[in-house]
């Protein structure tokens, strides 16, 4: 078996850079043949947040390793620091803003191998 079908990391993963941060995916349907999840590593600027959005397809559960964020989900404000988690059902409205000089650095995980997003504001790719 081919080691790139199951080991991935933040050196060879695939880097989306935006302006509140950047996002490197590691495992999705797409790397990796026969994947039933997607999970990537993001980091958010201090001060900065991604925009509205939401997941149609799947539950998304974000997990702090660094630095601390509010999240709103749903219309609901949420504090997070690191090693908290978040769970985001599929479909709901959220975004995270990074609090304090350190950037939010937090794993990623989606219940689909092909997350879809959708945009609820102007602003950029979530």
Known sequence: MEPSQFISDATNGHTVGLDWGEITWLVSGEAMAGAEM???????????RNPLHSHPNCEETLYVLSGSC?????????????????????GVRHWARCL?????VAVIAFSSPDRKTQTHEEGGVA
Not at 38 to 48: D, F, N, R, S
């Open 100 to 104: 304090g000089d350190e950037p939010l």
């Open 70 to 90: 509010d999240h709103l989900l749903d219309g609901e404000l949420y504090r997070l620091s690191a090693g908290q988690a978040i769970r985001i059902p599929r």
């Open 38 to 48: 997607t999970v990537g590593l993001v980091t958010i600027k201090p001060g900065k």
